[in-house]
């Protein structure tokens, strides 16, 4: 089992910066492949990066992509997601997920935790 909890979102300026972060709790962290899904309103849970559990190995989503940076502490059980140069059309609820094999489809992660909002103001 993995529990999973978001923090760090917030009300920003287009153009500003947030750090996500998601702690993990449980055993298994070090050895779960670990992604980042966010969800507007009106809209479908979409896929923004996964990190390999050594953090050899990274992908983005193209709407986020030279922008975002997913990365992980294994010795903290912590995921984090730098955000910079945020737009209007990041406004989202975020959400970390947890799971045995990497992937941009949510149904690939078995764990979720609660999800953290960020709103981009223009």
């Known amino acids: 089992q993995v529990q999973l909890v978001e923090s760090g979102g917030g009300l920003v300026q287009a153009g500003g910066s947030l750090r996500l972060s998601c702690a993990a709790s449980?055993?298994?962290?070090?050895?779960?492949?670990m992604a980042w899904f966010r969800q507007a309103p009106g809209k479908e849970r979409e896929f923004v990066a996964f990190?390999?559990?050594?953090?050899?190995?990274?992908n983005y989503a193209d709407s986020v992509k030279g922008r975002f940076t997913i990365s992980r502490d294994n010795a903290r059980n912590t995921m984090y997601l730098q955000m910079n140069s945020l737009k209007p059309e990041d406004t989202a609820i975020y959400y970390c997920?947890?799971?045995?094999?990497?992937?941009?489809?949510?149904?690939?992660?078995?764990?979720w935790g609660q999800g953290t909002q960020v709103t981009v103001s223009s």
């Open positions: 997920s947890a799971g045995r094999f990497y992937a941009e489809i949510s149904s690939h992660y078995d764990y």
């Open positions: 990190i390999t559990p050594n953090s050899g190995y990274t």
């Open positions: 449980g055993r298994t962290f070090s050895t779960s492949a």
